[in-house]
């Protein structure tokens, strides 16, 4: 049976915010009686009572203010009244209680009621003091000043959370872009990759079924193997995109890294592209997100050279360092890879896959023929050791340039 914990989180939440404002009602009542016991010493027993209990119950009233704003104020108004009217005090001050009913609707309300407000309570202020002696015009000015203080602070306030809210949208709206992108290229690599791989050995094993059964069957089991590996990375990428809390029935694998990169040199060299593996350094552990960035950045340049490489062969150099790890996939062929920085979504989705660890990413023709990517990514540093990247640019020599 299923339990329902955003009852609990909303419980979390609404809690504070019931304490804030019991502690608020009882510093308005505070305040106020303060005030009144402060200034006034002259009445009987009875009228100071009388005063008290007016003077908490506008302060109590203040603890629906979120809720109930504009009837909030009127209850306080509507009890300074009855004071100045029943125990009329020898001073006459703008109570906290009134400053918090205003600062409430403004906080709450839409401005034409706080306009409304704002001016109710003027009148009925300005009546107040005008009973116990003040003159008009000081009544008027200071009363107009006070409620457009609190006014505008609970203006103020409401437009900075509004703000704040749209700010948190925007994020949010930002993170799924992102996720959208991610998954984007995840899809890209696994089609194209996949894709390509089947395609080519669907066309080996026909030209070889006749004359070379034994090769057609392996061909044909590394077809079955690379159409299985691709559903189900898709069937996990559809599962993210799903958005379901429901829980899966099996945990999913993880996702690929350095390990599987002999996986991609296998398939490629079954093909039809002969593939070269060198591995330099310390081999290190390499956090999952990196290790997935290095296997991406394989598969797809591997992918580009079978589409664009012709009739060539392919070397893909890892190397560990102290402080990076690099990655280079080259080929000795003369197709039409891309040529423009970025061209192409392939391109792009490295790219972008680098650039997020703070890496670099270089793609283009090399001098001799042929296509290299290179990719360094940063790591935290290891212990003192050999720095096995000698440019301080972090470029990665064309070792193999003259093999072209």
Known sequence: MGVDHRGAADGRRVFPRRRDDLLIALGCAAADVASFLAADHDRGPRAIVLALLLLVAGGAATIGRRRYPVQVLLAVAASYLALVVTVPPTTYNFGLSITVGLYSVARYRPPRVVAVAGAATWASQVAGSVRIGWSLPTAMLTYLLAICVASAAGIGVRRWRDQVEQNRQLLADRAVTEERRRIARELHDI??????????????????????????????????????????????????????????????????????????????????????????????????????????????????????????????????????????????????????????????????????????????????????????????????????????????????????
């Open 191 to 404: 089609v194209a990759h996949h894709i390509t791989t089947m395609y080519l050995l669907s066309g080996g094993a026909r030209a070889t079924l006749a004359h070379d059964p034994q090769t057609a069957r392996g061909a044909l089991v590394t077809l079955e193997s690379s159409g299985r590996t691709a559903l189900h990375e898709m069937r996990q990428l559809l599962c993210v995109l799903r958005g379901t809390d429901v829980a899966e029935e099996a945990p999913a694998e993880p996702q690929p890294g350095i390990e599987q990169i002999d996986r991609l040199i296998t398939e490629s060299r079954a093909a039809g592209l002969p593939v070269e593996y060198e591995e330099l350094g310390e081999p290190r552990a390499l956090p999952p997100a990196t290790a997935l960035t290095l296997y991406r950045i394989v598969q797809e340049a591997l992918t580009n050279a079978r589409k664009h490489a012709g009739d060539a062969r392919a070397f893909v150099r890892l190397e560990y360092g102290s402080d990076r790890v690099v990655v280079e996939i080259c080929d000795d062929g003369d197709g039409g890879a891309p040529t423009m920085p970025g061209g192409g979504y392939g391109l792009l989705g490295m790219r972008e896959r680098v650039a997020v660890h703070g890496g670099t990413l270089e793609a283009g023709r090399r001098p001799g023929g042929g296509y290299r990517v290179v990719a360094l990514v940063p790591l935290l540093p290891m212990e003192p050791g050999e720095d096995r990247n000698p440019d301080e640019r972090g470029r990665i020599p064309d070792h193999r340039a003259a093999r072209g």
